[in-house]
């Protein structure tokens, strides 16, 4: 069976830090790959997405990247964070084709 | 491009009492429609999806979902609810012509009351 792991489930960094978050999917290949971003009393806002290695579409222009150096690999980057980037980050994948999305525990980023 | 608006960011219901989520869609093709349900700090769950297949779609916990062209919607019901169901839920909708992207309502937080 399929399973997603993203960590960590929380972190504090201070303002002007910089940021890694991964997220590694097992038992499927060539999947869809989802960043989501989830401020307080908000919905989710999709980051970025990715339909193969090294193929990144952004969706908001913001202090954050992303990369997919393997194939069941999705990492999220700052090079300097904001205060405005706290908030509960969510990975998700999707097999190719129409169909629904799966998602990681989460990751609470505290700026401060 | 594709949206999603759910109406009443709060819903605060009886247990015992019919839950009534409301999503409505915009999209310029045959969308995908979702819902899904987050308790506190995890991860989002899927509660059901409508594919184009039968309009009236049902999923776990008991909850079912209509999806109506005429109304561009695709509300979410229960006809009894539980206090475990209080949480979280969002309807996202994807575009029916191989687009990738997942996009999301705001959510409606689920109240329930003993």
């Known amino acids: 069976s399929q399973t997603i792991h993203q960590w960590p489930a929380t972190l504090v960094q201070p303002v002007g830090s910089p940021l890694s978050l991964e997220c590694t999917v097992e038992g499927t290949s060539n999947p869809n790959l989802y960043w989501y971003r989830q401020a307080a009393g908000r919905g989710l806002q999709l980051l970025f997405y990715?339909?193969?290695?090294?193929?990144i579409s952004s969706e908001v222009p913001q202090n954050l990247s992303a990369s997919r150096p393997q194939d069941r690999q999705f990492i999220l980057s700052s090079k300097k964070l904001l205060l405005s980037d706290s908030g509960f980050y969510l990975c998700?994948?999707?097999?190719?084709?129409?169909?629904?999305?799966?998602f990681g525990q989460g990751t609470r980023l505290t700026v401060v | 491009a594709q949206s999603v608006t759910q109406l009443g960011s709060h819903v605060s219901v009886s247990e015992g009492a019919l839950v009534l989520l409301r999503c409505n869609y915009s999209?310029?093709?045959?969308?995908?429609l979702f819902w899904y349900v987050q308790y506190p700090n995890q991860g989002l769950q899927l509660l059901l999806k409508y594919t184009s297949a039968a309009t009236l779609v049902k999923g776990i916990n008991g909850f079912e979902a209509e999806f109506k062209k005429s109304e561009t919607s695709f509300h979410l019901t229960k006809p009894s609810a539980h206090m475990s169901d209080a949480a979280e839920y969002f309807c996202?909708?994807?575009?029916?012509?191989?687009?990738?992207?997942?996009?999301f309502g705001s959510g409606t937080r689920l109240l329930v009351r003993p």
């Open positions: 999209s310029s093709v045959p969308p995908y």
């Open positions: 990715s339909v193969g290695i090294g193929q």
């Open positions: 996202a909708v994807r575009r029916g012509d191989s687009s990738y992207k997942l996009i």
């Open positions: 998700a994948w999707s097999p190719q084709g129409n169909t629904e999305a799966f």
